[in-house]
């Protein structure tokens, strides 16, 4: 149960990273005349986003994993 919730959650955050990475290469150009101290492409900066995005996403997504595997199925069902 752990595992398949988990497995949702963060298959859907690596869409997200992967998508929002694209863009943000892309689109990096753009803000190149805001930025102060770091290019728009500088890839300590991609890294560094990616793992914190990750990592609470991952938080995020083993909260409730966590409160589904303390449930007893047959308490649930009953519930339902």
Do not use: N
Not at 23 to 48: E, I
């Amino acid at each position: 149960m752990l595992g398949l919730v988990l497995q949702k959650g963060l298959r859907l955050t690596v869409l997200g990273l992967a998508a929002g990475g694209l863009v943000a290469a892309g689109f990096g150009h753009l803000l190149s005349s805001r930025l102060f101290g770091v290019s728009a492409h500088d890839p300590a900066t991609f890294a560094a986003m990616t793992i914190v995005v990750g990592g609470t996403a991952l938080a995020v997504c083993l909260v409730p994993s966590l409160r589904a595997v303390r449930v007893d199925p047959l308490t649930a069902l009953r519930g339902e």
